[in-house]
Nanobody, 115 residues
């Protein structure tokens, strides 16, 4: 069982930046961030694989950057040029050390972008 601990959400004005962190209790293969706004489906924001390949939602390309520190089992989501439509609960998710399915989830952290 992998535990995921998130931090870094908060309230920011449009155009501002936030950085989310997610620390896994053990090694994982894929880690990423999903978000869910009220009344909307959960969507993938960004993910990164153990070989550092990344994937982004079109809506955040050029504004968000996902990275990881393998030694710390920690992934980061740097969010720049935030927009009110980025407001959502953000969830960290991860696979097992050899898998691809996001089977572990964090508790979520709220990101609110004011206009």
């Amino acid at each position: 069982q992998v535990q995921l601990v998130e931090s870094g959400g908060g309230l920011v004005q449009a155009g501002g930046s936030l950085r989310l962190s997610c620390t896994a209790s053990s090694s994982i293969n894929v880690i990423g961030w999903y978000r869910q706004a009220p009344g909307k489906q959960r969507e993938l924001v960004a993910s990164i694989i153990s070989d550092s390949r990344t994937n982004y939602a079109d809506s955040v390309k050029g504004r968000f950057t996902i990275s990881k520190d393998n030694a710390k089992n920690t992934a980061y989501l740097q969010m720049n040029s935030l927009k009110p439509e980025d407001t959502a609960a953000y969830y960290c998710a991860a696979s097992s050390s050899t898998g691809w399915f996001m089977k572990y989830w964090g508790q979520g952290t709220q990101v609110t972008v004011s206009s």
